[in-house]
């Protein structure tokens, strides 16, 4: 089996590195926005490095640190080079972090939130949250709940192909196959992600990655924002801003931190 971290990097932009939808929304945010901006999970940068070459001061934190050296690899290929100082890409973990500055704009895309498995998790990554973010500052928060439909058809999905895709970088053809075993109990959804990748020789590199995802409704997510001292100031079900309904592919929250910076004292902190 292949050492995932060496090529788990390339193969996750080869799955998700086209994805765009998003970014036309991640710069209008941006785009109301004075201060620098701050992407948790950062990832290999698919979001963080248009968004510097655009102009904007982006910082972004991975747990990877193969993640973060495919984004830096990726920032000196671009056409187009962020200035100097635009893009600092950090080792860090969303739960607790601590970056000595404040932002304009924090975002979690791409369904990084799903990563957090215990609303113990998610309450300590939404602290960090608040603390960082500068009053009117926004917090953006993108899930993805039909990831999760799974559970409408039983406890687990066996085996199935993704996609088959040719990486630029060799000519290689990869097949990717997913499996699904859903744990309503805990409302963790764990999933094995299987990339068998036809070198040039005839043989097969199989990688394997194992991912865990929480799932978490509408209402859990307006909650631990109000008990985090954010306001929520829109609820999307998709990034052309429609509004979000049971069939939304997306479930995006965009919350603010009072202007005045002083957090809202929940109804059982003020008895």
Same mark, same amino acid.
């Given at each position: ?19 765009a939808d998003d970014l036309s929304f991640y710069e209008s945010l941006a785009r109301r926005s004075e201060g620098p901006v701050l992407e948790l999970g950062v990832g290999t940068g698919r979001v963080a490095i248009p968004l ?30 962020? =200035?100097?100082? %635009?893009? @600092? $890409?950090? /080792? !860090? ?5 601590? #970056? ?26 939404? =602290?960090?949250? %608040?603390? @960082? $973010?500068? /009053? !009117? ?5 993108? #899930? ?32 990717? $196959? ?94």
């Amino acid at each position: 089996m292949a050492d995932i971290h060496a090529d788990l990097p390339e193969l996750f932009d080869l799955d998700c590195g086209d994805f765009a939808d998003d970014l036309s929304f991640y710069e209008s945010l941006a785009r109301r926005s004075e201060g620098p901006v701050l992407e948790l999970g950062v990832g290999t940068g698919r979001v963080a490095i248009p968004l510097a070459r655009a102009g904007w001061e982006v910082w972004g934190i991975d747990l990877s640190e193969a993640m973060l050296a495919r984004a830096r690899y990726k920032t000196g290929q671009a056409l187009v080079l962020p =200035r100097e100082g %635009r893009l @600092h $890409l950090l /080792p !860090g973990d969303m739960r607790d972090f601590e #970056l000595g500055r404040r932002f304009d704009l924090i975002f979690a895309g791409l369904g990084t939130f799903h990563h957090l498995l215990t609303p113990d998790d998610q309450r300590s990554c939404l =602290r960090c949250v %608040r603390r @960082h $973010l500068a /009053p !009117g500052g926004l917090f953006v928060c993108d #899930l993805r709940p039909l990831l999760f439909s799974a559970w409408e058809r039983g406890a687990s999905v066996p085996l199935l192909h993704d996609w088959t895709r040719v990486l630029p970088s060799t000519g290689e053809t990869v097949a990717k $196959l997913r499996s699904v075993r859903a744990d309503p109990a805990r409302q963790v959804q764990h999933e094995t992600h299987i990339y068998d990748r036809l070198l040039a020789d005839g043989t097969v590199r199989r990688v394997v990655a194992t991912v865990d995802l929480r799932f978490t409704t509408r209402y859990e997510m307006e909650g631990l924002l109000r008990e985090a001292g954010l306001e929520l100031d829109q609820v999307y079900g998709d990034f052309d801003l429609s509004p979000y309904d049971d069939a939304s592919e997306y479930l995006i929250t965009v919350a603010r931190r009072s202007p005045s910076g002083r957090r809202r004292r929940s109804p059982k902190e003020s008895t």
